[in-house]
Nanobody, 115 residues
Framework: VQLQASGGGLVQAGGSLRLSCATS????????LGWYRQAPGKQRELVAT???????NYADSVKGRFTISRDNAKKTLYLQMNSLKPEDTAVYYC??????????WGQGTQVTVSS
């Protein structure tokens, strides 16, 4: 397993969660690491990405509330989620896009935000 997501759970609206994605092998040095989510009945969507150099990008719906980061020493990707809303409820996936444009996905972690 090269990507292992964890940290999901049930939280009230306005609360916070931090997701972690532990990586193995050389996957952490991929061109882009990111978080995606898929709500019931909806397509998977991008949440945030971060490049090897640390440049980040966010979906408009999470800007100002979520922060993506990486710990190079631990080879771990994080997603700090603050001010959570019920519409953030989804299965969250971490993913990597390599320098050869291959895509790898971790298993999802469920985030449920109650109103």
């Amino acid at each position: 397993v090269q990507l292992q997501a964890s940290g999901g759970g049930l939280v009230q609206a306005g609360g916070s969660l931090r997701l972690s994605c532990a990586t193995s092998g050389s996957i952490f040095n991929s061109r882009i690491l990111g978080w995606y989510r898929q709500a019931p009945g909806k397509q998977r969507e991008l949440v945030a990405t971060i490049t090897l150099s640390g440049a980040s990008n966010y979906a408009d719906s999470v800007k100002g509330r979520f922060t993506i980061s990486r710990d190079n020493a631990k080879k771990t990707l994080y997603l700090q989620m603050n001010s959570l809303k019920p519409e953030d409820t989804a299965v969250y996936y971490c993913a990597a896009t390599t320098w050869t444009q291959d895509n790898y996905w971790g298993q999802g972690t469920q985030v449920t935000v109650s109103s």
